[in-house]
């Protein structure tokens, strides 16, 4: 069976064995997997790799791409910025064909200069930080996620239409992706004149206390909260407020809607909002990718294993119908031709954001991230 006969199928059918990765010939297509897999942020990596090693079995098994099995290179850079560059080198000298990732928006954006160098393509389903695409910095970069100028408007407008937002204290880690991520949520507010921006401040990532900033926050009398960064500054954050009884509304984005935010700050996670990826659990690839994950590892996938699992597709797909592993051949067909993926029916645009995708906004409700129609 060739590989464009497989798309379809390749969240079926095939028997699913423990997975290991061979020891290939040279003759291989090499998939770089680069991202967070140990760490705090692991939760957002691992899913990642998972997906890749699920989707590689599979077309494996089923004759590889071309012909050529496929070879994993994963790669651990604990979303740090000095990590992500020193894996991106690696992975190139190591003779990776395409790579899924980087994770966080901040390791991507230091490892895109040495792939867009090398002319390697990096497609992440993760990374939302605008300027990625955006900027034209970085044409050898793709990712299946929306990005973060949608994701700060859906939150503005939510907190501001849905919950009567007045005064909003805008906070975030002074990371790329974090402080990304408010900038855009300030510059909404003020654009639309509805609501004020009480206050606008950076915590810093890893510190065992947030109580000045939540003092701030009462100070201010902010009816609600827009914070852009990741769950483990989250869960101390709204932990702190809570303590404090400070019950202003907490709005986020897809760097807090992980089951692990909602396991650290326990019930003082309830009525939490966080934008995600829109819900596509009623599509049949969906339900198939998550069957053939648990059937695999035993588990439910965690965040951004669908839109892993989609550029893993997209970008084997990609290379069997360029019928090469060349970097122009391979980014034309990205971005001139659909291919079925467990999140829809996608393809790239000249910047690399991929077509069809978007957000929606959740709240956690009895211990669950549930989407709000």
Do not use: W
């Amino acid at each position: 069976m060739t590989f464009s006969g497989l798309v379809k199928s390749i969240v079926t059918g095939l028997a699913v064995t423990a997975f290991c990765v061979p020891a290939f010939a040279a003759d291989t297509i090499k998939l770089g997997v680069a991202g967070a897999h140990s760490g705090d942020l692991a939760s957002y990596g691992l899913p990642t790799v998972n997906a890749a090693k699920v989707v590689v079995e599979k077309i494996n098994a089923a004759g590889g791409v071309n012909g050529k099995q496929v070879e994993l290179l994963i790669q651990d850079d604990q979303c740090k910025p000095e990590q992500a560059t020193n894996v991106a080198t690696k992975l190139i000298s190591d003779g990776a064909n395409v790579v899924l990732g980087h994770i966080c928006s901040g390791a991507t954006k230091a490892a895109l200069p040495i792939y867009t160098e090398g002319k390697l393509i990096a497609m992440s389903p993760s990374a939302t930080n605008p300027m990625l695409t955006q900027s034209g910095d970085y044409p050898t970069f793709f990712r299946t996620i929306a990005s973060d100028d949608m994701q700060a408007r859906l939150g503005v407008d939510f907190a501001i239409d849905k919950l009567g937002a007045k005064k909003i204290a805008v906070l975030h880690d002074k990371g790329d992706y974090g402080k990304g991520y408010a900038e855009f949520a300030r510059k909404f507010i003020e654009e639309g004149g509805k609501a004020e921006v009480v206050m606008f401040e950076g915590v810093t990532p890893g510190a065992p206390d947030y109580s000045a900033v939540v003092q701030k926050i009462r100070r201010f009398k902010a009816d609600t909260v827009i914070y852009g960064g990741y769950h483990p500054e989250a869960s101390k954050l709204i932990s702190q407020m809570r303590k404090k009884r400070i019950k202003a509304n907490f709005v986020s984005d897809d760097g807090v809607k992980d089951d692990t935010f909602i396991k650290v700050a326990g019930k003082k996670a309830e009525g939490v909002y966080a934008s995600g990826p829109i819900d596509v659990s009623d599509l049949p690839m969906y339900q198939e990718a998550i069957a053939a994950h648990v059937k695999m590892f035993g588990t439910e996938p965690g965040a951004f294993y669908p839109a892993a699992y989609a550029a893993t597709v997209a970008m084997l797909t990609a290379i069997e119908r360029a019928d090469s592993t060349d970097y122009d051949a391979v980014t034309a067909k990205l971005r001139g031709e659909f291919v079925e993926t467990p999140i829809g029916k996608i393809k790239f645009n000249e910047k690399g954001d991929a077509e069809g995708v978007g957000f929606s906004m959740y709240q956690v409700q009895n211990g669950k991230y549930v989407e709000l129609k």
